[in-house]
């Protein structure tokens, strides 16, 4: 089932960084969920027809032809001899979910044109070739991004939406037969083209180093579904975008290369799930090149160091893809991660099924409090124009938010914007808000983001195109206040449907108090008021880093975790063995028996998901130089120690947050307290030391081990762990 990939897969040769964790081929289940499965996407509508696959190839000649005419005409109106004129060219080449073969119906094309030398971006693309496309009725919605990270040209060409990057060679001449995945390419290149051939560069890479391009492609179909169904799919909001989960897609081909899309989707799962992040995610070794540009590398580059869920891409210079990714936008994909994996095991257990899987997020049932954002313009040009430019910021919202309230104040933004049909050239955007969890709530605690909530508002209204009409603003609203317009069809539904998230919910409760198991009769109004619980969930998976159990017997230490190594040769199909760096390393066996064959796969993740690709890194979030201000990282601030009041200073009023009391300030942020136990999230790993000392808490962060241990076992972590 499904063409194989290169030539070269069938010779043996390993891809990727490591071994595979398993070899086993499909089973008769894996077949019948993998057919499942296919039919499910076929009947999402996510496979577009023939006739719009047709018009897109016919877009794509005539875009080509487009840009052989621009580069004559440009090389005409420099002077160049008629002969250079003659041989003049620029090529037109895809990259993105295009070329990798997963888009859908009414997905845009990423393209890129190659040009010489001589035709430079700022006057002659973003200039003549502009004006070009102007001036065709075919062309419409035309919108050029001169100033973004990579500057591109939005356009929809007979209804085909088309981004369109520019990279400038340092050729006279380009060939027909360019081959963009050689280095010398790059050769005198500027960051711009650089960054823009990376693109082509990549998405070909990662075809070469997966197993099987069919079933990535209809495993990679399957996970950007499910991220956007589960709102973890937008790169620009902090989350990832198609190539992050590629890449992660690609990853998991390469680690289980004969298995079925059902079994690549499950190990997904099983294995992101477990992933030990910052350590990167990678398809191959990371090369130095002979360009000497600038590559991932936290030993030498600080700013690598603060990468919260580094995904590297595979083509020189390789790169960190998901550098947006925050403290709270990492916490919600860990807690999908975790739920993706719970519903497969329920499937295989035939109590779930692909359904379950793809539920829609309940964003609006999943917090008491949100942050409203809402823009305008005076048409629509403007409109999309302050739109892109919004939504390149709102990241910033949220990591100014987690840094001004050191983590105790989560965000969640939506990735989707919303219409008010009654108001013309106007969206919104919402962020749903939370106290961290597991942290106790003291009295007359609040936070008070007023003054972050300026300071967003002043980053974004110095944007050098700003007209007439462009204005945003941010408010505070309750969950029983959202406005109807976000909702399908304009109507606020009258109860949350029962989901997987709201059953999970309720066993999460029942597992956290085991004394409420033993009451089989209760009064009307505690009915009443477990199911007002129930219709507001919030599942709140935590991650955990918890401390390592105190061995009885001599250990050998895997990756960040400790294991006895009595154990290891009982356990059936496992193998220790050196990985040729003087590391203990592991292999799946060939043919080994089925017995704790999920104990040994756990095992295997670990390994590979454990080692840390550098001794030691900083883990806390970088805020880009225009955010405003650093505080000090070798001051712990009084407010994080006391943090009875986080003072901050808008439309927004004071959020605030009391033990059991509401705040008469229709701005207020009211939340309950958290469950009063020791958890730890990856946003709390802060560059200092910190104790919690109080009633309820005490504990001690470790640098090196980067978790929490209670105050029992702090001789043992240093000792040991360390």
Known sequence: MGSSGAGHRGSGQRLGITDPISLSGPTEYDVMKTLELEKFLQEAGLYESQEESLNREEVLGRLD???????????????????????????????????????????????????????????????????????????????????????????????????????????????????????????????????????????????????????????????????????????????????????????????????????????????????????????????????????????????????????????????????????????????????????????EANRADWNTMFEPYAFFDAYRNYLQIDISASNADDLRSWKGWVESRLRQLTLKIERHTYNMLQCHPCPCDFTDKSRPFHCSYFMGLQRKQGVPVNEGEQFDIRLTVDEFKHAVNIYTMKKSGMEIYVSHVRRKNIPNFVFPGGVRPSRPKSTWDMRRATELRMERSPESKAVLNVSAEDGNKRRREDSDPNPGYPIRVGCPPAPSLEVAEVGLTTVSTASLPSIKGYELHDNGVGELGTRMVENAGSENSKEVENLAIEKISAVPYVESQSLTEELESDVGYKNDPNEIPKSAKNSNFVSLTSDVGALSTSSGKVSNSPASLCMEPGPEELEVWLDDLLPFVVFHLSEQICSCYCLRCTCFLHVDFLFYLFREAC
């Open 65 to 347: 032809q487009i840009v052989k005419m621009w580069i004559k005409s440009i090389t005409r109106a420099k002077g160049l001899d008629e002969q250079l004129v003659q041989e003049a060219n620029a090529k037109i080449f895809t990259f993105g979910s295009y070329r990798l073969g997963v888009h859908g119906p009414g997905a845009d094309i990423d393209t890129l044109c190659v040009g010489p030398r001589h035709a430079t971006r700022e006057e002659d693309f973003f200039g003549e070739l502009h004006r070009m496309l102007s001036e065709m009725s075919e062309v419409s919605e035309l919108h050029p991004v001169p100033d973004a990270h990579v500057p591109v040209l939005k356009f929809k060409f007979s209804g085909v939406s088309i981004d369109l990057l520019y990279a400038k060679l340092s050729l006279f001449v380009i060939p027909e037969d360019l081959d963009v995945s050689q280095d010398s390419i790059l050769q005198n290149a500027d960051e711009q083209t650089v960054r823009s051939l990376n693109g082509c560069r990549v998405t070909d890479q990662i075809l070469r180093l997966v197993p099987n391009i069919q079933n990535f492609r209809t495993t990679l179909r399957c996970m950007r579904y499910w991220a956007k169904r589960r709102g973890v799919y937008s790169n620009v909001a902090g989350f990832l975008g198609g190539i992050n989960w590629a890449l992660l897609v690609a990853r998991i081909c390469q680690l289980y290369p004969n298995a079925l899309p059902n079994m690549l989707v499950s190990r997904f799962f099983r294995v992101y799930t477990q992933w030990r992040w910052p350590n990167p995610v990678l398809l191959c070794e990371i090369e130095e090149g002979s360009l000497g540009l600038q590559i991932w590398d936290p030993r030498r580059n600080p700013k690598d160091r603060y990468h919260l869920m580094p995904i590297i891409t595979p083509a020189y210079p390789c790169m960190n893809s998901s550098y947006n990714v925050s403290s709270s936008t990492l916490r919600i994909m860990s807690e999908e991660f975790q739920r993706g994996n719970d519903i497969c095991e329920a499937m």
